[in-house]
């Protein structure tokens, strides 16, 4: 009985120590899948650590930002706290939404930089092949 108890009583404080915030108003991802290929000239700025290129697709299009030689991170330019009709735009490895000045980081999966904005930018996988990448979300 008494390890019942105490279960309960652990049970309730793991629960309690959750996060709360409630993130169920932002934006989701939306279904794709891009396939490209990184010697498009398009996307030759892409080859290198810290470049990006902007893509078609999603709501308001892609951003593919290459981390470091190797690993790559995309990202929907659809500004995730509102309904703005200019995709967010890409400076200093940060997303930034010119409707409502929030910022979104490219390095913490899109979390947003600044107080008062919950929802973060839209993240879709991303799998490098040769030179083949796939963007997608499934």
Not at 97 to 104: K, P
Not at 113 to 132: L, M, R
């Amino acid at each position: 009985m008494i390890k019942k108890i105490i279960c309960l009583f652990l049970f309730c404080g793991f629960i309690n120590c959750s996060e709360t915030t409630n993130l169920n108003n932002c934006i989701r991802s939306f279904s794709i899948s891009v396939v490209t290929d990184l010697n498009n000239p398009s996307l030759i700025n892409a080859q290198i650590p810290g470049g990006f290129a902007e893509l078609s697709g999603g709501n308001k299009g892609l951003l593919l930002f290459n981390k470091n030689g190797t690993d790559f991170v995309a990202f929907d330019r659809l500004c995730p706290n509102s309904d703005c009709a200019t995709p967010m735009t890409f400076e200093n490895r940060l997303l930034m939404c010119t409707c409502d000045g929030g910022t979104y980081s490219v390095d913490f999966g899109g979390a947003p930089q600044k107080e008062g904005f919950d929802c973060p930018a839209i993240e879709y996988s991303v799998t490098k092949n040769g030179s083949s990448i796939r963007i997608s979300n499934f």
